[in-house]
């Protein structure tokens, strides 16, 4: 009754809404049965079952659920036409309402049911399959159903039921595999056995030739499919109804349809392949279901509720035909309601026409064109896990074929050597093996084409081709198309035809033989190495299987011996592990900064104690003394009684000792505490290693080699350059170095545009080059390397290099640069990072948009990386410097004025400290320079490079200034800090949108204090603040800046009190008042405070634990700096002794609690500069 591992929590909320929709539908089908024309009863009463079944089915409860089900399919009928409202269907209606509250009371509390449900779902099913009149009246009663109307029922229905209660009870008796005794349940005919395993929301559909369905052959149609056929369009129909239902019963926010592409796709699918199986009904809905939807995705508009539910009934009217088709019930024609609803909706759209295919006057042969497209995308969606294995493969069979097809072009045009023959033999053992597996996954394009390539390869093999500049540009295009096809069947798309390159390949094969008689050595040659492989064969195909079989049985070995070895996981998952990785580190650090204070709270304690301990022996001996010195006086006991007889003394001494052993109880439970902290800090350093190995792993786990993204490079060049008409070859060198699979996704767009860029604009044409004195074909470099921390990938051409002329220009035309302004060569070419940036004469596919470097810029950015660009008429170099990883770096903290800032350790060459004056000489310098260990750094101020002059700090002549010195690769810099706060290990957060923008900042982190901070891109900043500021501004000048009268826009008040309450009402009372607030718990909280905010005005409290109010009143009118900050005294000690003692301190305002708040504004603002 409910599936197993139902979540209880939802149930109770199911069966709430599943009551409260029991007692919609009995109302709504009382006022249907009085008004059976009002079409909106009927559809909130469908709606409503509707609910009930799917909240049903979501959280388990099957029964219920499909109860619903048959109503909401009768319903469904009635809305469509199909069926009459007649009064036995609203009868019925009324029925299931009476007995929809037992079935929430079975599910709620076990009480079982006391209607006949499978005689009442029977009548449903009878009503929505046969005429009304066919099925005779139901009585009135909704409580019991007489026997008379049991026999009044459609004869087939009973049979049919008595059928299936007999094998449901046959199956529930049998035992199963294991020999158990299998659960019983309840027998339902109408249930498909799939639905009770499948999770909430999805939809099953019964298996063609179920026994239970035998008898009813002769009803089948006119239709003839073939069996295994109608298996795959089966699965092929319900894999896709799934898809529909979990979209449609998620609806948007405002209760309406928003189609997705997956809704689309699913629909499309279903009306392909219901086109080619020649299924004229469905296919002519899921046409009228998706045109609509296919014009809303193009315009990105929605629908409302009312097209919600007109998907709703299409979706269940495939349904019920796809499941009549396969219980080989005849198929009813398409409902001409639904086909209107439909119809209707296709016209509103915006004026869009679409014409609906008439399948009645059309050949079902008219698809034969796209049957073979059709079959390969629903087979690539039959079998997912193969189709998985089959494009991992494909990847990288196709990825080492580009590498060895790539070296064997290098290589001299003859097969008369061992190297030669070997590179031939494992491109053709490549494509054998792509073949076999495209085979086995039924992708016959791919498999195709692959077989044509090995049997050209044979042929080169066998000196029947020759080696030549056209096969191997065919070779090429061949493994182009290969990976697109690839690419396509891992996206679910139609594969693209094979045939053209075929027919290539075939022409290249077709040489007659004759033409290579002058090869005999090559023969003799080849077949020596051959005999060192395997003996001599005698046909092609003895030698297809010689070499292939032992290379499967190779790679199978090899393959089991990977699977025992390797375990594959989503990269999603990978990177969520990370992420987590990166949060413990976060938890840890905070955990440490918490024991860390803890322990320093201990030494507090520790001393207190120690204090409080001296404090008591002065206490005793204080009392000791004053006891003696009473009892010198006392002449009556001097000579009977002495003091330590005397209860007075003994009890006083009582309460000091009392007093001591608490002050031993404290420093015990301080021993504890102390224990118990080096126990946890002994814990976290523990923790802290494992947590470093758990990501060094995680980690290193992420790093794939660069030469992965080799041959998509490679096609990508021959591709440009093909469509540029010019030339030109890819040489990558360092492509085994590793780089974290995260840097390297993101990489790949901004390294393809940077190629088609030099293409574009750097390689000259053929002819322009030969005149130039270069080689006909260009040559473009991308060299990989490690510098520390950092990757560094290098990209170059020969091309001609930047025009700096025409970037000037074109910079000064967009008002980036004056037009006498005079910068170095290489900052001008910086400028074409800028957005919009271009100078291309026209706009080509490849490039002329100015949209492309900024891109890449902004993406180099984001992984906090920099990009460098130099140019000479030789050529231009790209050079971006990227971190290793992406989730955890070290680096350093400063401040610049009051915010704090993190500089990557990967730039930083050293730390050192000026002399004030020295800083000071070289600030007056044109451009400052700092001179260190035989290196020039220029310097910059940081506050100054983040516009932050107002945070200026003067420089103390007895201290020396913190400098931080940065390399970037060419570039040196010093940069001048206020604040060195230390290193860090830092986790990277990645930026938003908006802040990625900004100049200069190229990631964010989270500190063990909750603190955020911003990771500095010193490159960015130091452009940024060239460009906008013209130079560095001199600290001097803004030192003078800073003693010019400052205007607040909002008075600060200072709240000193040791309630929170009072603090917090306070501070909503100021902050509605347009006043900042700050507070302070005490006094010396307060002293301390005063050191950076200067008030316009403070509150004060008198009693607090620390420095009273009086006292700290007192203090402040004693010292110059504070005497003239207005004070408010608010306290519950009203008298006049304690009004007098403030007003002698030097107290503006006396105020009693509780106050009048319009009294304290008032004051506020009175005494307020």
């Given at each position: 009754?409910?599936?197993?591992?139902?979540?209880?929590?939802?149930?109770?909320?199911?069966?709430?809404?599943?009551?409260?929709?029991?007692?919609?539908?009995?109302?709504?089908?009382?006022?249907?049965?009085?008004?059976?024309?009002?079409?909106?009863?009927?559809?909130?009463?469908?709606?409503?079952?509707?609910?009930?079944?799917?909240?049903?089915?979501?959280?388990?409860?099957?029964?219920?659920?499909?109860?619903?089900?048959?109503?909401?399919?009768?319903?469904?009928?009635?809305?469509?036409?199909?069926?009459?409202?007649?009064?036995?269907?609203?009868?019925?209606?009324?029925?299931?309402?009476?007995?929809?509250?037992?079935?929430?009371?079975?599910?709620?509390?076990?009480?079982?049911?006391?209607?006949?449900?499978?005689?009442?779902?029977?009548?449903?099913?009878?009503?929505?399959?046969?005429?009304?009149?066919?099925?005779?009246?139901?009585?009135?009663?909704?409580?019991?159903?007489?026997?008379?109307?049991?026999?009044?029922?459609?004869?087939?229905?009973?049979?049919?039921?008595?059928?299936?209660?007999?094998?449901?009870?046959?199956?529930?008796?049998?035992?199963?595999?294991?020999?158990?005794?299998?659960?019983?349940?309840?027998?339902?005919?109408?249930?498909?056995?799939?639905?009770?395993?499948?999770?909430?929301?999805?939809?099953?559909?019964?298996?063609?030739?179920?026994?239970?369905?035998?008898?009813?052959?002769?009803?089948?149609?006119?239709?003839?499919?073939?069996?295994?056929?109608?298996?795959?369009?089966?699965?092929?129909?319900?894999?896709?109804?799934?898809?529909?239902?979990?979209?449609?019963?998620?609806?948007?926010?405002?209760?309406?349809?928003?189609?997705?592409?997956?809704?689309?796709?699913?629909?499309?699918?279903?009306?392909?392949?219901?086109?080619?199986?020649?299924?004229?009904?469905?296919?002519?809905?899921?046409?009228?279901?998706?045109?609509?939807?296919?014009?809303?995705?193009?315009?990105?508009?929605?629908?409302?509720?009312?097209?919600?539910?007109?998907?709703?009934?299409?979706?269940?009217?495939?349904?019920?035909?796809?499941?009549?088709?396969?219980?080989?019930?005849?198929?009813?024609?398409?409902?001409?309601?639904?086909?209107?609803?439909?119809?209707?909706?296709?016209?509103?759209?915006?004026?869009?026409?679409?014409?609906?295919?008439?399948?009645?006057?059309?050949?079902?042969?008219?698809?034969?064109?796209?049957?073979?497209?059709?079959?390969?995308?629903?087979?690539?969606?039959?079998?997912?896990?193969?189709?998985?294995?089959?494009?991992?493969?494909?990847?990288?069979?196709?990825?080492?074929?580009?590498?060895?097809?790539?070296?064997?072009?290098?290589?001299?045009?003859?097969?008369?050597?061992?190297?030669?023959?070997?590179?031939?033999?494992?491109?053709?053992?490549?494509?054998?093996?792509?073949?076999?597996?495209?085979?086995?996954?039924?992708?016959?394009?791919?498999?195709?084409?692959?077989?044509?390539?090995?049997?050209?390869?044979?042929?080169?093999?066998?000196?029947?081709?020759?080696?030549?500049?056209?096969?191997?540009?065919?070779?090429?295009?061949?493994?182009?198309?290969?990976?697109?096809?690839?690419?396509?069947?891992?996206?679910?798309?139609?594969?693209?035809?094979?045939?053209?390159?075929?027919?290539?390949?075939?022409?290249?094969?077709?040489?007659?033989?004759?033409?290579?008689?002058?090869?005999?050595?090559?023969?003799?040659?080849?077949?020596?190495?051959?005999?060192?492989?395997?003996?001599?064969?005698?046909?092609?195909?003895?030698?297809?299987?010689?070499?292939?079989?032992?290379?499967?049985?190779?790679?199978?070995?090899?393959?089991?011996?990977?699977?025992?070895?390797?375990?594959?996981?989503?990269?999603?998952?990978?990177?969520?592990?990370?992420?987590?990785?990166?949060?413990?580190?976060?938890?840890?650090?905070?955990?440490?900064?918490?024991?860390?204070?803890?322990?320093?709270?201990?030494?507090?304690?520790?001393?207190?104690?120690?204090?409080?301990?001296?404090?008591?022996?002065?206490?005793?001996?204080?009392?000791?003394?004053?006891?003696?010195?009473?009892?010198?006086?006392?002449?009556?006991?001097?000579?009977?009684?002495?003091?330590?007889?005397?209860?007075?003394?003994?009890?006083?001494?009582?309460?000091?000792k009392s007093l001591g052993e608490s002050v031993d109880d404290l420093s015990s439970l301080q021993s504890i505490l102390g224990d118990q902290v080096k126990d946890s800090e002994t814990l976290l350093l523990q923790q802290s290693r494992i947590n470093t190995d758990l990501q060094d792993?995680?980690?290193?786990?992420?790093?794939?080699?660069?030469?992965?993204?080799?041959?998509?490079?490679?096609?990508?060049?021959?591709?440009?350059?093909?469509?540029?008409?010019?030339?030109?070859?890819?040489?990558?060198?360092?492509?085994?170095?590793?780089?974290?699979?995260?840097?390297?996704?993101?990489?790949?767009?901004?390294?393809?545009?940077?190629?088609?860029?030099?293409?574009?604009?750097?390689?000259?044409?053929?002819?322009?080059?030969?005149?130039?004195?270069?080689?006909?074909?260009?040559?473009?470099?991308?060299?990989?390397?490690?510098?520390?921390?950092?990757?560094?990938?290098?990209?170059?051409?020969?091309?001609?290099?930047?025009?700096?002329?025409?970037?000037?220009?074109?910079?000064?035309?967009?008002?980036?640069?004056?037009?006498?302004?005079?910068?170095?060569?290489?900052?001008?070419?910086?400028?074409?990072?800028?957005?919009?940036?271009?100078?291309?004469?026209?706009?080509?596919?490849?490039?002329?948009?100015?949209?492309?470097?900024?891109?890449?810029?902004?993406?180099?950015?984001?992984?906090?990386?920099?990009?460098?660009?130099?140019?000479?008429?030789?050529?231009?170099?790209?050079?971006?410097?990227?971190?290793?990883?992406?989730?955890?770096?070290?680096?350093?903290?400063?401040?610049?004025?009051?915010?704090?800032?993190a500089l990557p350790l990967i730039n930083i060459e050293g730390i050192t400290r000026i002399e004030s004056d020295q800083m000071a000489e070289i600030y007056q310098q044109e451009k400052p320079v700092l001179d260190y260990a035989g290196q020039q750094y220029s310097l910059y101020y940081?506050?100054?490079?983040?516009?932050?002059?107002?945070?200026?700090?003067?420089?103390?002549?007895?201290?020396?200034?913190?400098?931080?010195?940065?390399?970037?690769?060419?570039?040196?810099?010093?940069?001048?800090?206020?604040?060195?706060?230390?290193?860090?290990?830092?986790?990277?957060?990645?930026?938003?949108?908006?802040?990625?923008?900004?100049?200069?900042?190229?990631?964010?982190?989270?500190?063990?204090?909750?603190?955020?901070?911003?990771?500095?891109?010193?490159?960015?900043l130091i452009r940024h603040g060239i460009t906008s500021f013209g130079v560095t501004r001199d600290p001097v000048e803004i030192e003078e800046e800073m003693q010019q009268p400052e205007t607040k826009s909002k008075k600060v008040v200072m709240v000193v009190d040791d309630s929170i309450?009072?603090?917090?009402?306070?501070?909503?009372?100021?902050?509605?008042?347009?006043?900042?607030?700050?507070?302070?718990?005490?006094?010396?909280?307060?002293?301390?405070?005063?050191?950076?905010?200067?008030?316009?005005?403070?509150?004060?409290?008198?009693?607090?634990?620390?420095?009273?109010?009086?006292?700290?009143?007192?203090?402040?009118?004693?010292?110059?700096?504070?005497?003239?900050?207005?004070?408010?005294?608010?306290?519950?000690?009203?008298?006049?002794?304690?009004?007098?003692?403030?007003?002698?301190?030097?107290?503006?305002?006396?105020?009693?609690?509780?106050?009048?708040?319009?009294?304290?504004?008032?004051?506020?603002?009175?005494?307020?500069?």
């Amino acid at each position: 009754m409910l599936k197993p591992g139902s979540d209880p929590e939802i149930l109770e909320i199911y069966l709430e809404e599943a009551e409260e929709e029991s007692e919609n539908i009995k109302q709504l089908q009382q006022d249907w049965k009085l008004h059976p024309e009002d079409d909106n009863a009927l559809k909130n009463i469908r709606r409503a079952f509707h609910t009930i079944k799917g909240s049903g089915r979501l959280v388990g409860a099957m029964k219920i659920g499909e109860f619903a089900w048959d109503f909401e399919s009768l319903l469904n009928r009635v809305i469509d036409k199909a069926v009459e409202p007649t009064d036995q269907v609203i009868d019925a209606i009324g029925l299931a309402a009476a007995v929809l509250p037992q079935l929430v009371d079975e599910l709620k509390n076990g009480t079982p049911v006391t209607e006949d449900i499978a005689y009442i779902r029977g009548l449903a099913k009878a009503l929505a399959e046969f005429k009304a009149g066919q099925v005779l009246a139901i009585r009135n009663s909704q409580k019991k159903i007489d026997d008379q109307a049991l026999i009044q029922v459609d004869d087939a229905v009973i049979e049919v039921e008595a059928e299936a209660e007999a094998e449901a009870e046959a199956i529930g008796e049998a035992p199963d595999e294991s020999g158990n005794q299998q659960e019983e349940t309840p027998p339902d005919p109408f249930v498909l056995s799939e639905m009770v395993n499948m999770p909430g929301g999805e939809v099953g559909l019964p298996l063609p030739g179920d026994p239970a369905k035998e008898e009813e052959q002769d009803d089948i149609t006119d239709l003839q499919i073939d069996p295994e056929l109608l298996v795959i369009y089966q699965q092929e129909v319900e894999l896709h109804l799934n898809t529909v239902n979990s979209v449609l019963e998620q609806p948007a926010v405002d209760g309406g349809l928003q189609p997705t592409e997956e809704l689309y796709r699913a629909i499309h699918t279903i009306n392909g392949a219901s086109r080619t199986a020649d299924i004229t009904s469905i296919g002519q809905l899921a046409t009228l279901m998706e045109n609509p939807l296919k014009i809303s995705l193009e315009q990105s508009s929605g629908f409302d509720g009312d097209v919600l539910e007109l998907y709703r009934r299409g979706h269940d009217a495939i349904f019920q035909m796809t499941k009549d088709l396969v219980e080989h019930r005849k198929i009813p024609e398409l409902s001409e309601t639904l086909k209107k609803d439909f119809e209707s909706l296709l016209e509103q759209m915006d004026n869009h026409t679409v014409e609906l295919p008439e399948q009645d006057n059309q050949p079902s042969n008219q698809f034969v064109d796209t049957l073979t497209m059709m079959n390969e995308s629903i087979e690539a969606d039959y079998d997912d896990e193969l189709v998985e294995i089959f494009i991992e493969e494909a990847t990288e069979l196709l990825d080492m074929s580009d590498h060895t097809l790539h070296t064997w072009a290098e290589q001299d045009e003859s097969i008369d050597d061992s190297a030669n023959f070997g590179l031939v033999m494992e491109l053709q053992r490549y494509l054998h093996t792509l073949k076999g597996g495209a085979k086995m996954a039924e992708f016959n394009e791919i498999s195709d084409l692959s077989h044509e390539l090995e049997s050209l390869f044979i042929a080169v093999i066998d000196a029947r081709v020759e080696k030549s500049d056209d096969l191997i540009d065919a070779l090429h295009d061949s493994f182009d198309l290969l990976s697109i096809q690839v690419n396509q069947a891992k996206n679910h798309q139609p594969l693209e035809s094979s045939a053209k390159q075929i027919d290539a390949l075939l022409q290249l094969r077709s040489s007659d033989v004759e033409q290579h008689k002058n090869y005999p050595e090559i023969i003799e040659n080849k077949e020596s190495v051959e005999s060192d492989v395997s003996p001599v064969l005698s046909s092609e195909s003895d030698f297809d299987e010689a070499v292939s079989s032992p290379v499967k049985e190779e790679a199978a070995n090899d393959r089991r011996k990977s699977e025992r070895d390797v375990v594959k996981v989503r990269s999603e998952l990978l990177d969520n592990l990370v992420n987590s990785a990166g949060e413990v580190s976060i938890y840890r650090a905070r955990m440490e900064q918490q024991v860390s204070s803890f322990g320093s709270n201990l030494g507090e304690l520790g001393s207190t104690i120690i204090r409080l301990k001296n404090q008591l022996r002065a206490l005793e001996a204080e009392t000791d003394a004053q006891i003696h010195f009473s009892h010198k006086d006392d002449t009556e006991l001097k000579q009977s009684f002495d003091p330590l007889e005397m209860d007075r003394y003994t009890q006083i001494q009582e309460l000091s000792k009392s007093l001591g052993e608490s002050v031993d109880d404290l420093s015990s439970l301080q021993s504890i505490l102390g224990d118990q902290v080096k126990d946890s800090e002994t814990l976290l350093l523990q923790q802290s290693r494992i947590n470093t190995d758990l990501q060094d792993g995680l980690i290193r786990s992420r790093m794939v080699r660069f030469s992965g993204l080799t041959s998509r490079l490679r096609r990508l060049v021959r591709k440009t350059s093909s469509e540029l008409a010019k030339k030109a070859d890819l040489v990558i060198e360092g492509d085994q170095h590793e780089v974290d699979i995260k840097v390297l996704d993101r990489m790949l767009a901004p390294i393809e545009h940077i190629l088609r860029n030099s293409i574009s604009h750097g390689i000259e044409s053929p002819i322009e080059r030969v005149n130039k004195g270069k080689s006909e074909s260009g040559k473009i470099l991308i060299k990989v390397s490690r510098d520390g921390s950092d990757v560094v990938l290098k990209i170059s051409d020969d091309g001609s290099g930047v025009n700096v002329r025409k970037v000037r220009a074109r910079a000064v035309e967009l008002g980036l640069l004056g037009e006498r302004e005079e910068i170095d060569e290489n900052d001008v070419v910086q400028f074409i990072l800028e957005p919009g940036f271009s100078t291309a004469d026209h706009v080509t596919q490849v490039a002329g948009r100015g949209v492309g470097m900024d891109v890449v810029a902004s993406g180099i950015k984001q992984l906090g990386g920099t990009l460098q660009i130099s140019t000479s008429p030789q050529g231009t170099v790209f050079t971006a410097r990227l971190p290793f990883t992406l989730s955890i770096n070290q680096a350093i903290l400063v401040q610049a004025g009051d915010e704090s800032f993190a500089l990557p350790l990967i730039n930083i060459e050293g730390i050192t400290r000026i002399e004030s004056d020295q800083m000071a000489e070289i600030y007056q310098q044109e451009k400052p320079v700092l001179d260190y260990a035989g290196q020039q750094y220029s310097l910059y101020y940081l506050s100054s490079l983040l516009d932050a002059s107002n945070s200026f700090k003067v420089i103390d002549d007895a201290l020396k200034v913190p400098v931080i010195l940065l390399r970037s690769g060419d570039l040196r810099v010093a940069l001048h800090i206020d604040v060195l706060l230390g290193n860090r290990e830092i986790v990277v957060k990645p930026l938003g949108k908006l802040l990625s923008q900004v100049k200069g900042i190229s990631g964010a982190s989270i500190l063990a204090d909750g603190l955020v901070v911003l990771i500095l891109d010193i490159n960015g900043l130091i452009r940024h603040g060239i460009t906008s500021f013209g130079v560095t501004r001199d600290p001097v000048e803004i030192e003078e800046e800073m003693q010019q009268p400052e205007t607040k826009s909002k008075k600060v008040v200072m709240v000193v009190d040791d309630s929170i309450t009072m603090r917090r009402v306070a501070t909503k009372l100021l902050n509605r008042n347009n006043y900042d607030v700050v507070t302070a718990k005490d006094g010396v909280d307060a002293l301390a405070q005063l050191e950076d905010v200067n008030p316009d005005v403070m509150l004060l409290d008198i009693e607090m634990p620390r420095m009273d109010g009086f006292e700290l009143a007192l203090h402040m009118k004693n010292e110059a700096n504070y005497r003239d900050i207005p004070i408010i005294m608010i306290t519950s000690r009203t008298g006049t002794k304690h009004r007098e003692h403030a007003k002698k301190i030097g107290v503006d305002k006396y105020m009693g609690k509780p106050y009048q708040e319009e009294e304290l504004i008032e004051n506020i603002s009175a005494l307020a500069r």
